[in-house]
């Protein structure tokens, strides 16, 4: 069998036209445009093990995507100078390779990591979102307390079972430790949610703002989101927030490459089954 080698792959996207990560027949997905591409310049089959660290719904965007694949040493020896450059030439313009790094094999892109990172951006302004940023900002039609927002989030830090706030995947765990979430104001008004905690159920960053938003906009005392952890299962008064808000801007692994085999292993006694 052929000698191969593993990259680490930094990816951006916007989302808005894609039918999320996963390949998927008939539609089009980031992880297919990018399988795509690699075989135009490598040769149908090359890439291998195609993993990525969190996959993100339909219009959901990331600045700060990681992924894996295996390739032939070979042909990596060979492309390793251009093949960015090259990879960048044949992409279309809504996704992003930033960088490809050779890493050890036993580096994992899910389960190696030790946090993902989202931001949600929200806009209250009375005339909506900027036409240039419409496809990264919700326009919410209600006034929006930083203050109420922030003790909505409060509540939601540490490690909880989030069931209300996920869509239950059958033998999976619910049970997430989120170690930060939090709201701001940006300069230009736009409030931005950061959430981050070591992995998320499906739905479960959108579920958890549109629960916020409501606490935030008055309808709904700022306790109720973390009320609603008492439940055991989804909470059909939760609205998730529409994807095209949401941003994945980081994802952590350890500092010594020797602890990726470790934290891996950790990881799948923990969450095996998971829906990242």
């Not at 089009?28 to 090359?46: F, I, K, Q, S, Y």
């Not at 994802?251 to 934290?263: I, K, L, N, S, T």
Request: charged residues 25%; proline residues 5%; glycine residues 8%.
């Amino acid at each position: 069998m052929d000698e191969r080698i593993r990259l680490r792959l930094d990816v951006s996207y916007d989302g808005t036209d894609f039918s999320g990560w996963a390949v998927q027949p008939t539609r089009r997905t980031v992880a297919g445009v990018l399988v795509e591409t690699l075989d135009l310049v490598l040769g149908a089959g090359a890439v291998t093990g195609l993993t990525v660290a969190g996959r993100t719904d339909a219009g959901v965007h990331a600045t700060g995507q990681v992924c894996h694949l295996d390739l032939p040493t070979l042909a990596w020896r060979e492309h390793q100078g251009r093949l960015l450059r090259r990879v960048a030439r044949l992409l279309p313009g809504d996704v992003r390779v930033r960088a490809m790094t050779e890493v050890p094999a036993d580096f994992d892109a899910r389960f190696s990591a030790t946090f993902r990172r989202y931001e949600y951006r929200v806009t209250d302004a009375s005339w909506g979102a900027e036409p240039l940023r419409r496809r990264d900002i919700l326009a919410w039609s209600r006034p929006l307390d930083l203050a109420a927002l922030n003790v909505a989030a409060a509540g939601l830090v540490g490690e909880h079972d989030f069931a209300a706030y996920c869509r239950r995947k059958e033998n999976a765990t619910t049970v997430r430790e989120v170690t930060r979430l939090d709201w701001r104001r940006d300069p230009d008004g736009i409030l931005v949610a950061t959430v981050q905690a070591d992995a998320f159920c499906q739905a479960m960053v959108r579920s958890l703002v549109g629960a916020m938003l409501t606490a935030g906009d008055g309808r709904r005392p700022v306790a109720w989101p973390s009320g609603l952890l008492a439940r055991r299962e989804r909470s059909s008064e939760v609205t998730v927030a529409p994807a095209h808000g949401l941003t994945l801007v980081a994802v952590g692994y350890p500092d010594d490459p020797a602890e990726y085999a470790h934290r891996a292993d950790r990881t799948r006694r923990l969450r095996l089954p998971v829906e990242s």
